[in-house]
């Protein structure tokens, strides 16, 4: 994930109206209201996931090391999640490209798993395996590869749970799991030169005419007290499909996570902006911020490691998704 003067897009002031008032005309304070009694009844039996398999599915990835693009660590955890995806799903997709920007290349493997392929009714997840090459958001680390346990491997280790629970049991619908590469090797200031395996996913899924009825990107979702807030590009371009998915969590008794609270006018630069802007697809964002809009504090450093991974706030996440999924009919 990209530095923070790289991932706020602090709008203008006349975009910033335009989001609060003309996309979503609700103040923040009628927006809190609407939303603190959600449409859904709680289910009587919850969907399959287990956070302890979640766990081990980010131990797996970090044991590799840091999964910087062109790495052996890289190359060993491919193969692996390859391995994975061809065990559990239908059938599996992987794309190899090289992928550039700013005159630098980059060797690209996205890896998609798709559940019942003829299904028209699609459902989109996604999440990046690969890792920041340096833990540039400490000056005493700035030149250190690190973990990426939550920057990239719990939002894998959740979805490789949810392909896991798919395989055994297998919703109406169709669903395909994308992990996507070369997301955090961006600089500052440039927001085209990140996410760049998601970039040419998204650039391939529209020329083929591909569609799903919405996507869920999972991005930092397995940090001790992490929230999860609708950040501004999630309200623009999936409003309606983001609210529902809080609510549901909210519903299953996940409100300590999934914060009805508004951002205001912050919006990250993330996946799912490309697989909005290139693929059309409406695609929410489930990313921890603290109330501030700032990412947590391990955040590109170091710290970014097993230790501050907690199974509850992978449940929190995994068990939200798949009862999006297993519901029925599905949301």
Not at 189 to 214: I, N, P
Request: overall charge negative.
């Amino acid at each position: 994930m990209r530095q923070i003067t790289a991932r706020f897009i602090l709008f203008s002031l006349g975009v910033a109206v335009c989001l609060l008032y003309a996309c979503h005309p609700k103040s923040a304070r009628q927006e809190q209201a609407a939303t603190k009694t959600p449409e859904f009844q709680r289910p009587a039996q919850l969907a399959p996931f287990e956070a302890d398999s979640a766990y081990s599915y980010v131990q797996k990835q970090v044991d590799f090391g840091p999964r910087v693009p062109g790495s052996s660590a890289h190359k060993a955890c491919a193969d692996w999640l390859i391995g994975k995806m061809r065990g559990w799903a239908d059938s599996v997709t992987v794309q190899r490209a090289a992928v550039s920007a700013r005159g630098k290349s980059y060797d690209c493997v996205n890896i998609i798993g798709h559940y019942n392929p003829g299904a028209a009714g699609r459902i989109l997840l996604l999440a990046h395996w690969d890792t920041r090459a340096f833990a540039d958001a400490d000056s005493t680390t700035r030149d250190k590869p690190f973990d990426g346990a939550d920057d990239g491997a719990s939002g894998v280790g959740v979805l490789l749970e949810i392909a896991r629970q798919l395989a055994a049991k297998k919703p109406s619908l169709g669903v395909d799991i994308l992990l996507t590469d070369v997301e955090d090797a961006g600089v500052d200031g440039d927001d085209a030169s990140w996410c760049l395996g998601t970039q040419y996913w998204a650039t391939q899924a529209k020329a083929a005419g591909y569609r799903a009825q919405y996507g869920i990107l999972l991005d930092m979702v397995g940090g001790r007290g992490s929230h999860f807030f609708r950040e501004a590009l999630t309200r623009q371009y999936a409003d309606a499909q983001s609210l529902m998915v809080w609510n549901v969590a909210n519903v299953i008794g996940y409100s300590d996570y999934f914060r009805y609270g508004d951002l205001g006018s912050i919006g990250i630069t993330d996946d799912h902006t490309f697989v909005n802007r290139i693929a059309g697809i409406p695609t929410l964002d489930i990313v921890a911020l603290q109330g501030n809009g700032d990412f947590m504090p391990w955040h590109h450093t170091v710290n970014d490691n097993m230790q501050i991974i907690d199974k509850n706030t992978l449940k929190a996440v995994g068990q939200t998704v798949s009862q999006v999924l297993y519901s029925n009919p599905p949301y």
